[in-house]
C-alpha cells in the first residue's frame, strides 16, 4: 500500500494539469478566453455595435461589457457568422454574407432576378407652341408711298394667297404708268423698247401683269397699287395702319400658316444622351394627347437652365394649337434589350453602386455600372449577369452586415478584457 502512494500522487497531478490546460484554452473564466454567451454558438468576440465608422475604429474584447466611446453595450460575432474562406470579394469594404432562410425570412429579404428587358426611358418636359418658321411670309412694298386703303385691319385676321391686304398710293408708280401709255403711241422700236422697260419696272414694283394690261386697254393709269397675301395663314403683325406713309424697308405684315405648328420642349441636359431624332413622343395639350416626333435636337446649352432645345411637329387642321401655349410633352427613349434588375436592388453610395447577388458562398456583394433607370429598373451595363438572384428586400441590412463584418476582419485582435 505504500508503495502505490506516489503513482496515485502522481496521477492526480497529471489530471489537475490537464484540467487547467483545457480552463487555459476555451474556459470562459480565464481573462484571455472569450466569453461565451449561453446561446450554444462559439462566440468569437464581442464588438461595438456602432461600427460605422470604419476598421480603425471598431472596439474589439473578449469580454462582454459596454464601448468605452458610445457606451452601448458590446455584441458578440459568432463563429459562424465569420466569412468563409472562400468566399472572398472584391468589393473594398464588403464581406460575403451568410444568412439561414429562418433569419432571411425573419428580416424580410426578398430575391429578385436580373433579366433581359427591352426599356425605353420615359422623359416628361415643358413645352410650348410656336410657327412653323418654313410657313412664315412678311409683307413688304418695293417702293415708297401712302397706304390709300387697308383691308386688313388687325392681328389674328385668317387671310388666303391672293386676298387684297391695301392699296398703296405712289407718285412713282403713277409716272411709270404714264411713260408706258406715251410709249405705246410710238410704233417705232424705240417705243416698242421703251414701254418694255416701263412694263419690267411696273412687275417689278408687284404691280400685276392684269393690271398693266388693264391700263394699256384703258389708257388711263391706276393711281394705287393693291398688294396681295403671298401664303394662306393668320395675321401674326401687322405695322401699318391708313394713311400711313411706308418704305421699302418696311415690314407692313406678318402671316403665318398654323396648320402645321412646332413644339419646342426644354429637355435638361442629363436627359439627351438617349434622345435620338425620330423618337417617338406625346403632346399633352387641352387634355387631349397627341402623337408627335423629334425632328430636331438644338446644338447649344442653355447656360442658365442646362437644358437644350428639341422640336417636335405636329398637324393643327382645326387651330386649337396656339402659338406659345404651354403643353406638356412627353419623350419615349428606348434604351434597347438590356441585362436590369428592380432599383430597390441598387444600393447607391455616391461613390459606386453596389448589389447583393445570392451564391453558393451566401450573399456575394457586386460593383456595379448601372445605366438608364426606366419604369423601375436600372439597366445593368457590368457586374451582374442576366438569370443571377439578387436581394431586392432588406438589403440595407445585409449591406450593414456585410461591411461589419469587413471592418472585424481588419481588425487586429484584442487580449483586453471587458471595458
Known amino acids: 500500500?505504500?508503495?502505490?502512494?506516489?503513482w496515485i500522487i502522481a496521477a492526480v497531478l497529471a489530471i489537475a494539469l490537464v484540467v487547467v490546460l483545457v480552463a487555459k484554452r476555451g474556459g470562459s473564466n480565464d481573462a484571455d478566453a472569450v466569453t461565451q454567451d449561453g446561446s450554444g454558438r462559439r462566440v468569437t468576440a464581442w464588438i461595438d455595435p456602432m461600427y460605422s465608422q470604419g476598421p480603425p475604429h471598431v472596439y474589439k474584447s473578449n469580454h462582454p461589457g459596454r464601448a468605452p466611446d458610445c457606451g452601448m453595450k458590446l455584441v458578440p460575432v459568432y463563429a459562424d457568422d465569420a466569412p468563409a474562406a472562400n468566399a472572398s470579394t472584391n468589393v473594398s469594404g464588403y464581406s460575403n454574407v451568410s444568412v439561414s432562410p429562418q433569419r432571411q425570412q425573419l428580416?424580410?429579404?426578398?430575391?429578385?432576378t436580373a433579366e433581359l428587358r427591352n426599356l425605353s426611358r420615359t422623359t416628361r418636359a415643358a413645352g410650348r407652341i410656336a410657327v412653323d418658321e418654313r410657313r412664315i411670309a412678311q409683307v413688304h412694298t418695293k417702293l415708297e408711298g401712302t397706304v390709300e386703303t387697308l383691308s386688313v385691319n388687325f392681328i389674328g385676321q385668317p387671310v388666303r394667297r391672293g386676298d387684297v391686304l391695301l392699296s398703296l398710293y405712289s407718285p412713282?408708280?403713277?409716272?411709270?404708268?404714264?411713260?408706258?401709255?406715251l410709249a405705246q403711241q410710238n410704233s417705232s422700236d424705240l417705243g416698242h423698247t421703251l414701254a418694255a422697260a416701263a412694263r419690267a419696272r411696273l412687275r417689278l414694283w408687284d404691280m400685276s401683269e392684269a393690271d398693266i394690261d388693264r391700263v394699256v386697254r384703258s389708257g388711263k393709269p391706276l393711281r394705287d397699287v393693291t398688294l396681295r397675301s403671298p401664303a394662306n395663314g393668320v395675321v401674326l403683325a401687322k405695322n401699318v395702319v391708313l394713311g400711313a406713309r411706308v418704305m421699302p424697308s418696311d415690314t407692313l405684315f406678318e402671316i403665318g400658316d398654323l396648320s402645321h405648328v412646332w413644339v419646342l420642349a426644354d429637355v435638361y441636359e442629363s436627359e439627351l444622351a438617349t434622345l435620338r431624332i425620330g423618337a417617338s413622343a406625346q403632346v399633352v395639350a387641352n387634355g387631349q394627347t397627341l402623337g408627335a416626333h423629334v425632328t430636331f435636337i438644338g446644338p447649344v446649352i442653355t447656360a442658365q437652365t442646362r437644358t437644350a432645345n428639341v422640336r417636335l411637329e405636329l398637324e393643327n387642321p382645326a387651330g386649337l394649337l396656339k402659338p406659345d401655349m404651354y403643353v406638356d410633352v412627353v419623350l419615349q427613349q428606348p434604351v434597347g434589350n438590356v441585362v436590369a434588375?428592380?432599383?430597390?436592388?441598387?444600393?447607391n453610395t455616391g461613390t459606386r453602386s453596389v448589389v447583393f447577388v445570392a451564391s453558393a458562398n451566401g450573399f456575394e456583394p457586386r460593383d456595379v455600372i448601372t445605366g438608364a433607370k426606366v419604369a423601375g429598373f436600372y439597366e445593368i451595363r457590368s457586374g451582374i449577369a442576366a438569370g443571377e438572384h439578387v436581394v431586392i428586400d432588406a438589403n440595407f441590412l445585409v449591406d450593414s452586415e456585410s461591411r461589419l463584418k469587413a471592418a472585424i476582419s481588419k481588425v487586429p485582435p484584442m487580449s483586453g478584457g471587458t471595458p
Open 172 to 181: 412713282d408708280l403713277l409716272a411709270t404708268q404714264n411713260e408706258l401709255l
Open 341 to 347: 434588375v428592380p432599383d430597390s436592388a441598387v444600393m
Open 107 to 112: 428580416i424580410g429579404v426578398k430575391l429578385g
Open 1 to 6: 500500500m505504500k508503495r502505490s502512494l506516489p
